[in-house]
């Protein structure tokens, strides 16, 4: 079965760098997500991303966030200046048709904020 | 809020029996979805059941849905020590496209 990819799976990161995590969905999906799971919590949307531009995005999604969609491939998550909040497991998703239906998320990226 | 929440936290069975997880919301859906997540692992899609439907099957999995209650369950047939994960349910609402997780229940099948 067609996989999402996340590169790197473990990123360490000093209070204010910033840090871009990297997706490659699924070739002909065009519904792209990133979500997130601090540790012991439940797992957190960020945002959405349709035909190039943001569909959706949450609270947490504030102007430190961003993503691009920068060649046919890749989908990636930039945090400019990152918190020791920011530490969490940052999942991305994509989806044929949306969220009606089923979305296959890539293994993670773990970012550590030190 | 359309927060899932799902029900027991833990469960530890031993393998073959039956595991029964149920997951309340609190919102109008449009559909529920179950996924599971291995430690530390990304959640794998389990199954959909749209808001018009009651019941859905596949393999060993069978998912309920009772939109009046506001409830889902999830029961896993002749577990397996594979099955050992954490299971989540996640709804969707309206026009939004956010799936909205609850916090897992996670399972621990022993041989």
């Known amino acids: 079965e067609p996989e999402v990819t996340q590169t790197p799976s473990h990123q360490v990161t000093q209070m204010g760098q910033e840090v871009i995590l990297r997706c490659v969905p699924i070739?002909?999906?065009?519904?792209f997500y990133w979500y997130r799971q601090i540790l012991g919590q439940k797992v957190e949307f960020l945002v959405s991303?349709?035909?190039?531009?943001?569909?959706?995005k949450s609270e947490i999604f504030d102007d430190q966030f961003s993503v691009e969609r920068p060649d046919g491939s890749n989908f990636t998550l930039k945090i400019r200046s990152t918190k020791l909040e920011d530490s969490a497991m940052y999942f991305c998703?994509?989806?044929?048709?949306?969220?009606?239906?089923?979305?296959?998320f890539g293994s993670g990226t773990q970012l550590s904020v030190l | 809020s359309q927060q899932g929440e799902e029900d027991p936290q833990a469960l530890s069975i031993q393998e073959g029996e039956n595991a029964t997880m149920n997951c309340s919301y609190k919102?109008?859906?449009?559909?529920l979805q179950w996924y599971r997540q291995n430690s530390g692992r990304g959640l794998v899609h389990l199954i959909l059941?749209?808001?018009?439907?009651r019941e859905k099957h596949s393999g060993r999995l069978r998912v309920t849905l009772d939109t009046s209650k506001k409830s889902s369950s999830l029961l896993i047939t002749a577990s397996r020590a594979a099955d050992t994960a954490s299971y989540f349910c996640?709804?969707?609402?309206?026009?939004?496209?956010?799936?909205?997780f609850g916090k897992g229940t996670k399972l621990t099948v022993n041989p």
């Open positions: 996640a709804n969707t609402q309206g026009g939004s496209e956010k799936l909205v």
């Open positions: 919102t109008s859906i449009n559909n």
């Open positions: 070739s002909n999906h065009l519904y």
């Open positions: 998703a994509s989806s044929r048709g949306g969220v009606n239906e089923k979305l296959f």
């Open positions: 059941i749209r808001s018009n439907e």
């Open positions: 991303f349709y035909n190039n531009e943001i569909s959706e």
